[in-house]
């Protein structure tokens, strides 16, 4: 019976995975989608012939993979001065510490162009998937991504 359960379970959960879409959890920095605010959270659906934001179950835009005309990549690297502040205020050595230690952010860029709508936007995203969003985007689309040689970043 236990195997039986277990067989069941296991063509359960992995006909979900096959059927599951998969998305990228990315925050609009800013661009041409005027129905949103800078810094609210999207998911990106990277498809085969298009790419799609959506927000809370509603879709706001949907670019055709053909138009898209370039991906760009960049990194915003500050120090976090504010934590090392925090955190000085109860142990010293620690603040210090903290100032000295980097945060990066890591965005993407993309521009279309279909027909005589032409938009772009520029999101952020998340350090572990960054460089799959990339590779996807550079895949449905042909275009290689803009300073994507100078990834030189390590996780």
């Known amino acids: 019976m236990r195997r039986l359960l277990a067989a ?3 063509i ?3 006909a979900s995975v096959a059927i599951a879409e998969t998305s990228y959890k ?4 800013g661009g ?4 949103i605010k800078s810094g609210t959270d999207l998911h990106m659906f990277i498809e085969a012939k298009q790419v799609r934001f959506v927000k809370g ?13 370039e991906i760009s990549y960049g990194q915003d690297v500050h120090r976090r001065v504010g934590t ?4 000085g205020v109860f142990t010293l050595g620690l603040g210090a510490l903290t100032a000295l230690s980097k945060s990066k952010k890591h965005f ?6 279909n027909g005589d709508e032409k938009g772009g936007l520029a999101m952020q995203c ?4 960054y460089r799959g969003i990339l590779a996807g985007l550079e895949g449905v689309s042909g275009k290689k991504a803009v300073d994507s040689e100078a990834m030189t970043v390590k996780n």
Do not use: R
Request: aromatic share 4%.
């Open 8 to 10: 069941v379970l296991c």
């Open 12 to 14: 359960a959960v992995s």
């Open 26 to 29: 990315v925050i609009y920095d």
């Open 32 to 35: 041409s989608l005027t129905e």
């Open 57 to 69: 179950g509603q879709q706001i835009a949907t670019i055709p993979a053909s138009a898209i005309t």
């Open 84 to 87: 090392a502040v925090a955190v």
């Open 108 to 113: 993407v860029g993309l521009t279309w162009a």
């Open 126 to 129: 998340d350090k572990n998937e």
